[in-house]
């Protein structure tokens, strides 16, 4: 059965040709630099484009402007105002059962375990909803794209895991120790599980309720910046990639500018591994994400003039939108072992066992679950009613408004939306009609699509608010963006560097053997993706991207 | 002797004319809905494109580009990076001795002591230097014109000094008390001269140090959101009308309104209230300040498309342009009395004796000071000499390089910025050379310009900052400013309203019969104004300005 597309809209469906059509045209394109910088820019600014753009008129905190609530960023903004729920809404329960995994795990055919990690990583730096006390309205995010999940939010947080030291071979550096060799974040916890006094404003690790009440977990927590990293192992992992990424710009920055003292070293880092941050979403991740030919980059000046330049704050849409829990399997593959993912949190020993050589290689070699309904692992079922309930508590627009919002004709029947018979007569069942069904239900209701990680509707919305805020951050603007901020060194850096693999390859021991991906091997890489990297790069990362492509 | 304008610049001249001559073609352009409008806005973008705007890539914390430096407004911004002042500046003293004046005040051609007023009150808003601790490097502003001197900058502050109450007739209100018949804020201190609990968080009233030693002044301190708010009888003036206003479009709108609760009565007046600010700030003050004959107005789309539309933050050279300290005479004439300004401080028995009507014609009635050196009062010496000192604390770039950044030819003898022999040689006899002129010094050094308030850069500064401040307001955005946010009641009076004559006739008793104006009655109106006015407010409004123009 295919989907009924004819409410799909036909400008959406000519630039959804347009973009996975051709891909050897696309390819001469990705390569001819001149014109790529444009399409590029026309890519990214159209994307934004694509709806109403910030400042959004209204926030979580009521449902009229005022100076507070314009000001407030305690509380979340939105694209939509608030609506009164329609009357005899299925109940909670009722609705993450469309989400539950049936018999077993519907595998994606594109995204690696690499990507998953990523988004769970790249997102807990700032969708941080509140939770004591919990408040599904609120939030304590930084707003900004600003590696958070290292640093912290707040800069007494920073300050705890800073070594603050004018001696020459620590200024700048982040608080560390070696285990087998390895260089990782101190523990939280001191060899009796209790709390060090030194980490006394470093948050709490965030997971499930009661998991650290197990000495030998707690023993294994690193003292993080980011109250979710330590989630699960892979979390770690980038954290730990990152760490050792800042302390080594720090010591490139030391040697290059003697004079510098321990502040300054510390914050050029920062602003570098932000900028890297930066180019790894755009031009890896998000590339991932959209199924379109075109390769595209960070180009900071796509903001200098745009009108929807405008300060950072994230939508209550962009941060519910971001559940990709179907992303996990029921099983994770790490060396020989395999660990069930219920009990995969809260637990850094598998990843200070096998090391980050060990941590990127099997994340990049298992496949993640495929986005969408009936594929949630059952240990995240109450995580997916949480995030149901928060969409209520909200009082959301319907999927379908935000469809109509975002430029996409309403749907008038479930068969517009999937092609899945039981996704169908589930919506059904549950909702009547299709203008009953909730934004998010809906924007996991909808078919994946060809070579793309998500499907239509979360795409377009996910690109729109992750675009606005990365290209709007401070360190990206105009008069900032240049060798001045990130010094001569860092800039050096920044230009060399295009995706994980780089900062594996720079950080991780054998890391520039290692295929380090987010996309399965048996995926072409965008058209003269691996050309072009040839040229930026030389013949190693060249020979990665042939592994690959085969 | 005239000044030598061999330096002035082509462009700038030619602007400068094209702004001050041919009156009468002004007036029909001015009269003229639709190309008003365009020449308005190409006015006011035109005045903020001048120079670099934000996001700047520096603050006052550092030398250097930081997550922290770009995001912590406890710093000033600032449009030059801090230089390596020259070495053998005079000392402060030296240079306050410029400022002072000789034997008598100079008096301005154009401003009454209602221009003086306002730009105090205004600008107490914002420019919230550190006094305690004392740090001319950091602020506690809300960097916004959101009317902070009557709010206060925190929810804390407000909430104290507003009635929180459901009952009809109070939703909505800010706290007030009757005196003599008119409606005042309640009184910060009891009977004995002791601060009331109920304003614990409201701040202590800013002036001389020790002048509220004395009980008697004490006991006439209102209680207001501003720390500035009290200072003189001017600025508790304006702050007492900005509150009864505030309670009358509290009444329209829960009349208009009865199902809005409290919050809401009080968060839509508040929103009113700024945006009648920001109407007058453009309306009338910037009208008044600037020599050109082009009536400007404020239009908030010209932000919303705008490249300068980024985020407020007050820089450090727009809090040091804006003292003004040469506008204060000697004496104030109030009704029938004379007081001499050394005794102006921290003392509203003034203002409650005579009320609101004879505050306001005293104020409209009196010549203010003019703005350049040798006309500071001596009571404000020791002010002059604090700003000399944050220009130096915050090693601000020289005169000439201020003139650069804001396209003006760098001076290359004294006699291109002053026509004034005793100015010249000061200038000389201090600096030796026009290059280490400091910023603060050369802003007041240059000549008065016929009809203008500042002299040339100060003014070319002060409307590039205060435009672009002004435009980005929250309240201002695209989708925020309209009926919505302000209700339908709140929008006419936004439409009704041009001038703080508006606001006294609807608020002070006989205010419909006064002179309220910051322009001296000998001073033709901008033309084509007084027709502009008939036209929008009918006759009465006109009567005043016919009143203003002989």
Known sequence: ????????????????????????????????????????????????RMARTRPHPLSTMCDYSSVESLRDKTWFTRHLPAVEPPKDLPSPDAVANLFARKDKAKLSKKSTMLFASYAQWFTDGFLLTNTTPPDPRKNHSTHQFDLAQ???????????????????????RLKSQVRRGEEYPPYLYDENGTRKD??????????????????????????????RSNTTPQTSMLNVLMLREHNRVCGELECAYPSWDDERVFQTARNVLIALQLKIIVGEYINHITPYHCRLELDPSVAWKANWNREPWFAVEFNLLYRWHSLIPENIYWGTKRYSTNDWFLDNQPLIEGGLALAFEATSAQPAGEIGLHNTPGALLSTEMAAIKQGRA?????????????????????????????????????????????FYVGLFAEDPRENAAVPALLGRMVSLDAFSQALVNPLCSEHVFNKATFSEVGWQRIQQTNCLADLVARNVKGGNKLLVTMTQTSVPPKPGVAAARTQEHGPLRALAQTEVAQ
């Open 150 to 172: 290292l640093y912290g939010t707040t800069r007494e947080v920073t300050e705890q895991i800073r070594v603050i030291s004018e001696a020459s071979g620590q200024r700048g």
């Open 394 to 438: 909200n009082r959301l627009a319907s999927y379908n408004d935000y469809r109509a919002e975002m430029g996409y004709p309403r749907a008038a029947t479930f068969e517009q939306i999937s092609s899945d018979p039981e996704i169908i007569e589930g919506l059904r069942a549950l909702y009547g009609s299709v203008d009953r069904v909730e």
């Open 198 to 227: 030194e980490f006394s404003a470093v948050p709490d690790p965030f997971g499930p309720v009661g998991a650290l009440r197990d000495e030998s977990r707690r023993k294994t927590m690193f003292a993080f910046g980011g109250e």
């Open 1 to 48: 059965m295919t989907r009924d597309t004819s409410r799909d809209g036909w400008k959406n469906r000519l630039r959804y040709s347009l973009l996975t059509s051709w891909p050897t045209a696309w390819g001469v394109l990705n390569r001819t630099k001149f014109i790529h910088a444009h399409v590029n820019r026309w890519l990214i600014d159209s994307s934004i």
